[in-house]
């Protein structure tokens, strides 16, 4: 596989409009070292030449990205305004996306999955829930500390919401597509914004300080729960699809996703000892220092 330092990528493809959100990935990538104290090898993002929509993360610390995501960005860009007002709405949604990717990857390496997973056999679904809550904890933290300096009259329930809808188009759009029969790992798309959402609005963001982790704001999470039907409303009829999996799902959610989730965080509690004593940042997630510069 050919794959490139991204500045280099770009440059060779001619790719200029991505330069902001590659800059902006590695910008939080910085950001998550400084704030989760990380100790391991540098962190790089890559690119590869391959157009099949695809993001993983290497043992050596390395994160590969491949042409299909931005040719699906491209795409969401050009294809997908229904969600949104107005253009800059639409482009700070890919990038947000993107950011996401980029830090369910970093997760992936940093609390050391490829080594949890060898240790403990039949967990990967766990590894996937821990990456998918320290991607949308992280990614939030950092996304709102740079909307906070720059706009801080907006508030901070709609960075969560502006997030959420980021991590929409991609489970919604790709990974359903990409993975039609489900496998071990990446669960259906439904499954997995329940548990963004219930992450989501756990954080504390009355002290933006600290970020404390709360319980689950019922409030903040009926929000985000009526952003995401309407999201999903919107979408089935855009795409012209006669049902839709996750307003199935979710009309009543005791019968289907609360179980099956309460079933991932109980084998999550299981691998979470071990996914701690392996991982190459500091214990938990860690309170960004207010002293330390994250953008
Ligand atoms: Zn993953």
Avoid at 14 to 40: Q, R, S, T, W
Wanted: aromatic content about 14%; overall charge negative; glycine content about 2%.
């Amino acid at each position: 596989m050919h794959s490139e330092r991204w500045r280099e990528y770009l440059k060779e493809k001619n790719l200029p409009a991505f330069e902001y959100v590659c800059l902006a990935a590695e910008k939080m990538i910085e950001a998550f070292c400084l704030n989760y104290d990380y100790e391991g090898p540098p962190i790089e993002i890559y690119l590869s030449a391959n157009d099949v929509f695809n993001a993983h993360s290497q043992t050596d610390g390395k994160i590969v990205v491949t042409h299909g995501v931005f040719n699906e960005i491209e795409k969401i860009n050009q294809n997908i305004p229904l969600f949104f007002s107005s253009d800059a709405m639409r482009e700070n949604t890919s990038v947000s996306m993107f950011l996401w990717i980029i830090a369910h990857e970093f997760f992936h390496f940093a609390r050391s999955h490829h080594e949890a997973r060898h240790v403990k056999i039949g967990y990967i679904d766990a590894l996937e829930y821990d990456a998918d809550l320290f991607a949308i904890a992280g990614t939030f933290r950092h996304i709102n500390n740079i909307l906070k300096g720059n706009h801080p009259e907006i508030p901070q329930i709609e960075s969560k919401k502006f997030l959420l809808l980021g991590v929409f188009i991609y489970l919604r759009e790709f990974i359903e597509k990409q993975i039609p029969n489900y496998n071990q790992s990446h669960k259906p798309f439904y499954i997995r914004l329940w548990w963004v959402m219930f992450k989501l609005s756990s954080i504390d963001t009355i002290n933006p300080v600290t970020y404390e982790e709360t319980e689950t704001s019922i409030f903040e999470f009926q929000e985000l729960f009526d952003l995401i039907l309407n999201a999903e409303k919107r979408y089935i009829t855009a795409k012209s699809l006669s049902d839709s999996k996750l307003l199935e799902h979710y009309t009543d959610p005791s019968t289907t996703v609360k179980p099956y989730v309460e079933q991932v965080h109980s084998k999550w509690e299981q691998i979470e000892p071990i996914v701690k004593s392996l991982q190459k940042i500091s214990d938990g997630i860690q309170l960004p220092n207010p002293n330390k510069r994250t953008t």
